[in-house]
């Protein structure tokens, strides 16, 4: 398997699922736009560019971002731009609740960094990153905000898996 990161890194294991329905949904786009035009007569070589660069549109922003994390370290590399913050220097958590749930992660080098909570909760191993970082930025007194955040995520990441594996093993 091959990983995205540095070595010793972490990442989405979904990312490539979620990234293989964005393509097959622009292409699906981009097909059914085509063949509509075509079937409407009204196809020219000019038509069937924006068609593709819609497409192309399309699949960029259906594709998710994609979240690792090292010793230190979170990244979220969107399409655009990469973002990192030091998760052993944070500053605040805020987590915004609503139809796009999603955490801002602030450290004390001015960096900062949106990424949806449910990617935490279907990585351990992501998880179990930020948690570290979270701890040694407690211990260095830098995390003044949001720690009570994390510490709810944490016991529902907790409880999500308790109750997967006890669905696993048939005792629930």
Known sequence: ?????????????????????????????CTLSLLVDWDAGS??????????????????????????AGPGWLAVRTPWRRRVVHTDALTAVRQYDGPSS???????????????????????????ELDTGVRRSLERGTLRQGAEVLHRLGERIDDETVQAVLRASGLS
């Open 102 to 128: 999603h955490l801002v992660l602030r450290d004390a080098h001015g960096n900062r960094l949106e990424l949806d909570p449910r990617i935490l909760a279907a990585n351990p191993l992501l998880w179990h």
């Open 43 to 68: 196809l020219t070589p000019l038509r069937a560019l924006l068609w593709l660069t819609l497409s192309a549109v399309v699949g960029a922003v259906l594709l998710p971002q994609r979240v690792c």
């Open 1 to 29: 398997m091959r990983r995205s990161g540095p070595p010793g890194s972490a990442g989405d294991r979904h990312w490539r699922g979620s990234a293989r329905l964005a393509l097959i949904c622009a292409l699906a786009f």
